[in-house]
């Protein structure tokens, strides 16, 4: 069980610490990165930084090139470890701090509760873009015909032509890779989305696609963070914004 190490006393202060409707909660996060080649500078890039987000909210990281928008999310979704703070989520009714976790029960939370959509897509050689797209479904158990009905479906809502499904996303355009990518994500009811420029490569009519299914997940509930550039996606998709570097 990915909690096996907290205490009940534990869980039960953590319950009392968050309001039943904040999913994640981000408190005093300090990162900072350890320059070797220029002997050993520690040189700070965020500072302070705390959030609380609700179910069905979606919040806008603002803020000039270098303020940290990219290493916080990193720290969101456990890639980086912070120097200091916690991440506080819920994940299969408890809560658990995302700083603390190993890296198996880390990995169980990325499977289930924090989805990420990034800008690039990890292209395997030879593997269709529908296998790489359903991997997340497999992972939970779900029947592989399912989960490829699943990945079908939303290949045709992002538009993506159904002659590339069965090839390998190594030679597709940005805009073909970035839809596999949102449809893998998206392929899982995950509670909360972490969105780095997920209509970074596309063109208008796309992302207005993607854009709707996220309106829908978050219609359901689902939380989002995210890093856009697009204002037109920022202005339908959030609630608020946490500026950075201020």
């Not at 005093?28 to 080649?37: A, D, G, R």
């Not at 009905?149 to 992002?158: A, G, M, S, W």
Request: aromatic residues 6%; neutral net charge; hydrophobic residues 40%.
């Amino acid at each position: 069980m990915i909690t096996e190490h907290l205490t009940t006393t534990n869980n039960q202060q953590l319950t009392n610490h968050i309001l039943p409707n904040i999913l994640l909660q981000a408190e005093n996060i300090y990162k900072s990165f350890i320059l070797h080649n220029q002997g050993g500078i520690k040189f700070p890039v965020i500072e302070g930084i705390s959030l609380k987000l609700k179910a069905g909210e979606c919040v806008a990281l603002a803020g000039d090139s270098g303020t940290g928008k990219s290493t916080f999310m990193r720290c969101l979704y456990g890639n980086y470890r912070v120097d200091n703070g916690a991440i506080w989520l819920k994940h299969e009714e408890e809560i658990v701090d995302l700083c603390q976790l190993r890296s198996y029960e880390l990995l169980r939370v990325r499977q289930k509760t924090i989805g990420y959509i990034s800008q690039f897509l990890r292209v395997i050689p030879r593997v269709p873009a529908i296998e790489v797209a359903v991997e997340p479904l497999l992972e939970l158990g779900v029947d592989k015909e399912i989960a490829k009905n699943k990945i079908r479906e939303l290949f045709t809502r992002l538009n993506l032509p159904q002659r590339l499904w069965n090839l390998s996303p190594t030679t597709f355009s940005g805009g073909e890779k970035q839809r596999v990518n949102i449809a893998r994500a998206l392929s899982v009811d995950f509670p909360i989305l972490l969105l780095d420029e997920p209509t970074s490569a596309l063109d208008a009519n796309n992302s207005q696609v993607v854009i709707e299914l996220l309106k829908e997940r978050q219609k359901n509930g689902c939380a989002m963070i995210g890093i856009f550039h697009d204002e037109e996606v920022r202005s339908q998709l959030c609630n608020r914004e946490l500026r950075m570097g201020s």
